[in-house]
């Protein structure tokens, strides 16, 4: 039986790989205030800061590995008889490097840099600057590719498509407290499909899932595939 299937990813999948976030304690984010080093605001008082900052979120995403979630959505999209698209609101490149292949990454990526003047992107340095110009228009407009607050985030009207056939929705350890992610939910439910949440903790958004599994992904989302291809199979 084809199953398409939409898996929005977030930063609880990460953790496990020791990528933290702007909600742990400690950490490279506990140093900075989010309007200081996550919004165009930051950027423009001071872009050193702002590069620092994605320079070393970048070598440390670098250094780390995926782990048991990472690679069991791999298999899954190498395994299904159906489509499967993952919308990570991560910035690293852990599903990439676990092997899956049809990744949005809604909030932009570590990986990527983007000139703020003529809008091109390229593959960013492990260290950006202010003074690094733009390969193509030559400004001094260098900034990290990643969605701000504040920011739309990419690919809306793909994520909306994909939802749009998607007989299978879920959640991989996300707050659901960013918008527009935390509507997603709704929208699948809406057009029909199963929706389920894996996480930590039940999120905000949980009560729209028709199913809720709590545990960490690097258990929880292995055994979830495999009922999934089982399904599939059938
Ligand atoms: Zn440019």
Same mark, same amino acid.
């Given at each position: ?49 702002v590069h ?17 979630a ?9 395994e ?5 698209m ?11 490097k676990?092997g899956?292949?049809n ?7 570590l ?6 003047e003529?809008g091109?992107?390229?593959e960013?340095p492990?260290?950006m600057?202010p003074?690094d ?6 400004? /001094? %407009? ?6 701000? +607050? !504040? =920011?739309?985030?990419? &690919? ?34 809406g ?5 389920v949440?894996l996480? /930590? %903790? ?6 729209? +899932? !028709? =199913?809720?599994?709590? &545990? ?5 989302v292995?055994?979830w ?9 059938a």
């Amino acid at each position: 039986m084809r199953t398409n299937i939409v898996i929005l990813t977030g930063a609880g999948i990460s953790a496990e790989s020791g990528l933290g976030t702007f909600r742990d304690e400690g950490g490279l984010w506990a140093q900075h205030a989010i309007e200081d080093v996550a919004t165009p605001e930051g950027f423009s008082r001071n872009p050193t800061l702002v590069h620092n900052f994605y320079n070393a979120r970048r070598k440390q995403a670098s250094a780390a590995q995926p782990n048991a979630a990472h690679l069991a959505l791999a298999k899954l999209e190498q395994e299904l008889n159906g489509d499967l698209m993952i919308v990570t609101q991560n910035v690293d490149a852990l599903h990439e490097k676990a092997g899956s292949r049809n990744v949005l990454h809604m909030h932009g990526a570590l990986e990527r840099a983007l000139c703020n003047e003529c809008g091109h992107r390229w593959e960013a340095p492990t260290e950006m600057w202010p003074d690094d110009p733009c390969p193509r228009c030559g400004a /001094l %407009a260098t900034r990290p590719d990643v969605v701000w +607050f !504040g =920011e739309i985030p990419y &690919g809306m009207k793909a994520i909306s498509d994909a939802l749009a056939s998607a007989d299978v929705f879920a959640a991989i350890g996300t707050s659901g407290e960013v918008y527009p992610a935390a509507n997603f939910v709704a929208e699948a439910d809406g057009l029909g499909a199963h929706t389920v949440e894996l996480n /930590l %903790a039940p999120s905000s958004g949980a009560a729209h +899932f !028709g =199913e809720v599994v709590l &545990g960490a992904a690097s258990e929880t989302v292995p055994a979830w595939v495999n009922h999934e291809l089982t399904r599939n199979r059938a």
